[in-house]
């Protein structure tokens, strides 16, 4: 059973575009709203401009203490307090994905520490991964998240540290779209 | 770019079955042939059965070293003395995918030596994968494996080693398709 979620800008969506700006490669069309749906989609946006998917999947990197570690702290979506989101679709560079798993462990946690430095931002800030490279998307992943307004301040801490990492000179392609729970 | 590949089961295929058994699990509908295409598929095959998709993608379990010596061994599929081949679609249980990636490795590699033992028979069987699990296929995985008439013997021996790992144990769905090339 393959879960497929769907990011699709427009108009009429319930997460209304705050900000929207492009970090890295080719940007994306602007968009007033966002709906997320999962696969098959009921959700009715007005004029979409863009459709982006992504799949749930098994971990690709973390170990059996981490993922412990991670499932012991986080939290699910949808929390009444999250009215903030972002969604960030970034792509990696063939010189990634020619790399062995081993490497790119090394580069991923070793170096880069990214399951740690996420888990520094956990409960406040949910996340949820979504792989599309192997759906032939313009996106490696989507990952989705969702925060309190007062805990945008730990977002943007996240996002910083994650972007000065090694790993992120592999990512050659970043769109950063900031929202908000449409009224 | 993704790269997904259709194995269609029906009539009039390039791949004429020679013997098809259920290892393990619910069977597939027998078929006189198999056609193997790359999307979009512009094979024609009579009456398709049914047809089973995967995609290829980056190495999920190779260390850099293991990549290196499978690359300087393997050949590629297509020889022209390698005219038969089988089909093994596999599906593992959900015990598999709730593991870390740590613990995966451990028993792919460490105790099951999946890699190493299908380089026991490198290069005489080429063999290709395919992803089928994220696509919310009935398998997991779909292996292609092509090898000369006096490699058969060796080829029963790689997949008697494989079903004797502890990784098989994983495995809850398995088919086995024997393949001759139509004349």
């Known amino acids: 059973m393959v ?9 009429g969506g319930a997460w209304r575009v705050v900000e929207s700006r492009t970090v890295k490669g080719e940007g994306l069309r602007a968009v007033e709203s966002l709906a997320v749906a999962r696969e098959p989609d009921d959700t009715a946006i007005t004029s979409p ?23 012991s702290v986080q939290q699910g979506l949808a929390r009444p307090r999250a009215t903030l989101a972002a969604l960030i679709p970034i792509r990696k560079n063939a010189a990634w994905w020619a790399l062995a798993q081993d490497e790119r462990r090394e580069i991923f946690e070793e ?4 399951t740690a430095i996420g888990l520094d931002y956990l409960p406040a800030v949910a996340r949820r991964l979504h792989h599309s490279r192997d759906l032939g998307e313009p996106f490696d992943f989507l990952t989705w998240f969702e925060y309190a307004p007062e805990d945008a301040p730990a977002f943007d801490r996240l996002v910083d540290r994650l972007r000065a990492t090694r790993e992120w000179n592999y990512v050659d392609r970043e769109i950063e779209i900031r929202l908000a729970r449409a009224a």
Do not use: M, P
Not at 53 to 69: H, L, P
């Open 3 to 11: 879960d497929i979620f769907t990011f699709t800008g427009g108009s």
């Open 111 to 114: 170096t880069s520490h990214h």
């Open 49 to 71: 401009a863009w459709t982006l998917r992504g799949f749930i999947s098994n971990v690709r990197y973390a170990t059996k203490t981490e993922v412990e570690t991670l499932r």
